[in-house]
């Protein structure tokens, strides 16, 4: 039996395979019987990815428990509630600390000054987005979005700069073996 963190990576590995910009886990759900992870491409700043079920630039897939692991790659015309009826959430945070120090990106105080930190927000600044910056209550990110495999900016500092860098969460499995084309594999305990 496939736990939570392999099956997570085992869809995470396939769908690299189509996806060479990486992919962030938005959700995560899971029964006895199957994971059901939602995911999204990699590339934009985390404060603009935001999953909602299946919807639009979401997509999803279930990895059956038992029996080796077999991924389905859901279609968009496939209703929600057929394939999430019996799951629970599993508490997922879709992008973790670049800094092992940092342990949550829930974070609030910077922790160089203990500054007040606010999102960053990227694209060509207005005036109204100036007096925001200027009154502390955003951060510049600047005109051009990092490009995929670039660390994201998530939070920064009011009052001395600090930038909160975050990374995709992908679990650290190191190898799940994969299921053979007419061979059922092993069940993984």
């Not at 009826?85 to 342990?103: C, K, L, N």
Request: proline share 10%; charged share 25%.
């Amino acid at each position: 039996m496939l736990t939570i963190d392999e099956a997570v990576a085992r869809i995470v590995r396939e769908v690299r395979q189509h996806e060479p910009d990486g992919v962030v886990v938005d959700q995560v759900w899971a029964a006895d019987d199957r994971v059901v992870v939602f995911w999204s491409r990699q590339g934009l700043p985390p404060g603009l990815v935001r999953s909602r079920g299946n919807g639009v630039g979401h997509s999803s897939a279930v990895v059956r428990r038992a029996g080796g692991g077999r991924v389905e790659h859901l279609s968009s015309s496939t209703p929600p509630e057929e394939y999430l009826a019996g799951t629970v959430r599993v508490p997922w945070q879709p992008w973790r600390p670049v800094d092992p120090m940092i342990s949550s990106t829930r974070i609030r105080k910077c922790r160089n000054c203990r500054g007040r930190l606010v999102p960053v927000v990227w694209g060509d600044p207005g005036p109204e987005l100036f007096e925001l910056a200027e009154r502390g209550e955003v951060a510049l990110g600047g005109c051009c979005l990092p490009g995929p495999g670039d660390d994201q900016e998530l939070k920064g500092c009011a009052t001395c700069g600090w930038r909160l860098l975050v990374e995709p969460n992908v679990p650290d499995v190191l190898e799940v073996p994969d299921v053979q084309q007419g061979s059922e594999a092993p069940d993984i305990p």
